[in-house]
């Protein structure tokens, strides 16, 4: 079974930038599709992005298309989300997820879930 680890969460001011890297072990991981998930104080855990195996196929929520850019490595084992002129909306907690299916709109649901990593941004 794959496990996840996050990282590169913090604080920032509003119109900064953060990369946050999702790294996993296990060889199979390049096959899967990979998702980035947040979740507010007292929100329901929500997609924020995600990448299919070959990083051919993205999905962005509406709220962060043009401002969040999913990629990975499958070389290094890992995939990130650069995250652009933040909001103080997008404070969360993030996570990474994986789907064994590697296509993002097949069959099956993400699972695996890193610990998560802090994102605060302020205003």
């Known amino acids: 079974q794959v496990q996840l680890v996050e990282s590169g969460g913090g604080l920032v001011q509003a119109g900064d930038s953060l990369t946050l890297s999702c790294a996993a072990s296990?060889?199979?991981?390049?096959?899967?599709?990979v998702g980035w998930f947040r979740q507010a104080p007292g929100k329901e855990r929500d997609a924020v992005a995600a990448i299919n195996w070959s990083g051919e196929d993205t999905y962005y929520e509406d709220s962060v298309k043009g401002r969040f850019t999913i990629s990975r490595d499958n070389a290094k084992n890992s995939v990130y989300l650069q995250m652009n002129s933040l909001k103080p909306e997008d404070t969360a907690v993030y996570y990474c997820a994986v789907k064994v299916a590697g296509e993002i709109y097949s069959g099956g649901s993400f699972g695996s879930w890193g610990q998560g990593t802090q994102v605060t941004v302020s205003s």
């Open positions: 296990g060889r199979a991981f390049s096959s899967y599709a």
